[in-house]
């Protein structure tokens, strides 16, 4: 799965400056197809270098970049452990965090944040950037190019400009950020309307660095400099064909913030002659909220959906939701994202059941899933890439390599005699199905669309391990009992249809 880093990195340069030369003349480029996109022939996947592809994820922080020496063996280590249990997908706040506590290494003490500053007074200047940062960003998604990793960036996290998050997140919040007023040499906070203090969680919206841009406050003073860090930021990032963007993290600000920084990114990647794809990610655990429709019905500004909120419900509502988001998003099609399952001890209902939501959401007919990091303890938002996370998008992969699920749709009223979260199914009906049961359990299975003799392969999801094929009748019903209790999927093909039909 790994490419020729060198090979990869001649490309990059030649290709970059193809960009600048047509940049120069005011074009585009004509074809830039080996960019992440949604797949050409079923546009709720996405495709990568022309291929279709799966995305799954799971990782131990949320800025990625800025923890060079994450884990006991650093950055690239823990993208390579990625990438050998079959995981592609990463998500990448820009933010600065520091150590939670001596006890902890949750965070690395050596975050750094995009602007330089001054050594002696400690402010920094926001015309000038940390030259380390940038690099640290560039490596990464040179790093993650090499191994075929999607990369989510979300531009701003809204726990980054709000009250300190004490005592598990001191100076986390806005009282380190260079932008607050109190930190910087370029403006005051009467000159800014920015505070030099905020108490409160974000969601109070007290901070008003949400509400610069014309359509809101219209405070030019710091949108210029909020535009000079994401210009910085787009000036590595498009050179790279890897990565997908998000306004914000859960926000609940007005859809005028979101939508002129998604105009602003798609602006900047017409102008490098590029195609990137944009969302927001909102506040609201229920995707029938009325805030998820500022994304569900504007697909010419946001041409994916992060429904990563979702992942804030259990068992069958938890499936049922992502289901009634798919079809608000089913005209025009696009693909529907999960950079977050939380499964922890304070969110998700527990690791167990956050595995399992990665699991509906990929049979659900989702095209990206990620387990969110374990937070200030193991455990505590999510599972991260822990040995547990590993062995389930090990084993998501043995099934979705094993069928074409480009061609499926989820199909649970092909099963009976089923309690709810009993199982679910995701099948091209006639040709494949593939059932999976969070914990045990017997169903019937509907196949009378596929009229050949059927192959039947039991998958045990907590080994990693395929059980021998058996036979069985098409044109008909199927009973389906798990081998045994906990976590399993069962993949169901018609003859002729070996690896889905591929």
């Known amino acids: 799965?790994?490419?020729?880093?060198?090979?990869?990195?001649?490309?990059?340069?030649?290709?970059?400056?193809?960009?600048?030369?047509?940049?120069?003349?005011?074009?585009?480029?004509?074809?830039?197809?080996?960019?992440?996109?949604?797949?050409?022939?079923?546009?709720?996947?996405?495709?990568?270098?022309g291929q279709p592809v799966v995305l799954l994820g799971g990782s131990d922080q949320d800025n990625l970049f800025n923890h060079p020496?994450?884990?006991?063996?650093?950055?690239?280590?823990?993208?390579?452990?990625?990438?050998?249990?079959?995981?592609?997908?990463?998500?990448n706040t820009m933010s600065s965090r520091d150590r939670a506590d001596d006890s902890?290494?949750?965070?690395?003490?050596?975050?750094?944040?995009?602007?330089?500053?001054?050594?002696?007074?400690?402010?920094?200047?926001?015309?000038?950037?940390?030259?380390?940062?940038?690099?640290?960003?560039?490596?990464?998604?040179?790093?993650?190019?090499?191994?075929?990793?999607?990369?989510?960036?979300?531009?701003?996290?809204?726990?980054?400009?709000?009250?300190?998050?004490?005592?598990?997140?001191?100076?986390?919040?806005?009282?380190?950020?260079?932008?607050?007023?109190?930190?910087?040499i370029n403006y005051s906070a009467e000159q800014s309307r920015l505070p030099e203090r905020v108490d409160t969680h974000p969601g109070r919206r007290e901070n008003p660095f949400f509400r610069t841009t014309p359509q809101q406050e219209d405070n030019p003073i710091v949108l210029r400099y909020q535009k000079s860090f994401v210009d910085k930021m787009l000036s590595i990032s498009l050179t790279y064909p890897n990565v997908l963007y998000c306004v914000s993290n859960e926000t609940n600000e007005s859809e005028h913030w979101s939508a002129y920084w998604a105009r602003f990114i798609r602006d900047?990647?017409?102008?490098a002659g590029v195609?990137?794809?944009?969302?927001?990610?909102?506040?609201?655990?229920?995707?029938?909220?009325?805030?998820?429709?500022?994304?569900?019905?504007?697909?010419?500004?946001?041409?994916?959906?992060?429904?990563?909120?979702?992942?804030?419900?259990?068992?069958?509502?938890h499936w049922d939701n992502m289901q009634a988001a798919r079809k608000?998003?089913?005209?025009p099609p696009r693909p529907m994202n999960n950079v977050k399952i939380y499964g922890g001890q304070r969110h998700g209902g527990g690791t167990v059941e956050g595995t399992n939501k990665l699991w509906r959401n990929i049979l659900g007919g989702v095209a990206a899933a990620r387990f969110h990091r374990p937070g200030v303890?193991?455990?505590?938002?999510?599972?991260?890439?822990?040995?547990?996370?590993?062995?389930?998008?090990?084993?998501?992969?043995?099934?979705?390599?094993?069928?074409?699920?480009?061609?499926?749709?989820?199909?649970?009223?092909?099963?009976?005699?089923?309690?709810?979260?009993?199982?679910?199914?995701?099948?091209?009906?006639?040709?494949?199905?593939?059932?999976?049961?969070?914990?045990?359990?017997a169903v019937t299975l509907d196949v009378s669309a596929a009229k050949n003799k059927l192959q039947v392969r039991w998958l045990d999801i907590n080994r990693s391990k395929w059980q021998g094929?058996?036979?069985?009748?098409?044109?008909?019903?199927?009973?389906?009992?798990?081998?045994?209790?906990?976590?399993?999927?069962?993949?169901?093909l018609a003859e002729g249809a070996a690896n889905g039909g591929r």
């Open 1 to 49: 799965m790994v490419k020729s880093h060198l090979g990869k990195r001649l490309t990059r340069i030649v290709a970059w400056l193809v960009i600048m030369k047509f940049c120069a003349v005011g074009s585009t480029l004509a074809d830039d197809a080996d960019r992440i996109q949604p797949y050409s022939g079923n546009p709720t996947y996405w495709q990568y270098s």
């Open 69 to 91: 020496n994450i884990g006991p063996e650093g950055l690239e280590a823990h993208l390579d452990l990625l990438v050998s249990v079959g995981g592609n997908y990463v998500r």
């Open 104 to 184: 902890s290494d949750v965070y690395n003490d050596d975050n750094l944040y995009p602007f330089h500053r001054d050594p002696e007074s400690g402010l920094y200047d926001l015309d000038r950037f940390d030259v380390t940062y940038w690099a640290r960003f560039r490596n990464f998604l040179e790093m993650t190019a090499q191994r075929d990793i999607i990369v989510q960036i979300e531009v701003f996290d809204r726990f980054d400009y709000a009250a300190d998050r004490a005592p598990h997140y001191p100076g986390l919040g806005w009282s380190a950020q260079p932008f607050n007023p109190r930190n910087n």
């Open 268 to 271: 900047r990647a017409t102008r």
């Open 275 to 317: 195609s990137v794809h944009v969302t927001e990610m909102w506040d609201a655990h229920d995707l029938t909220s009325p805030m998820h429709r500022h994304t569900f019905d504007h697909p010419d500004l946001y041409s994916f959906v992060d429904t990563s909120q979702n992942n804030h419900q259990h068992g069958q509502t």
């Open 328 to 331: 608000l998003v089913a005209d």
């Open 377 to 441: 303890r193991p455990g505590y938002y999510g599972i991260g890439l822990n040995e547990q996370a590993q062995t389930h998008i090990r084993s998501l992969r043995m099934l979705t390599d094993a069928m074409n699920v480009f061609v499926c749709e989820p199909h649970n009223e092909l099963l009976s005699d089923r309690q709810p979260n009993e199982a679910y199914c995701l099948a091209e009906p006639g040709r494949q199905y593939a059932v999976f049961f969070p914990d045990g359990g």
């Open 469 to 492: 094929p058996r036979s069985a009748d098409g044109g008909g019903t199927l009973e389906l009992q798990t081998p045994g209790e906990g976590s399993w999927a069962v993949l169901v």
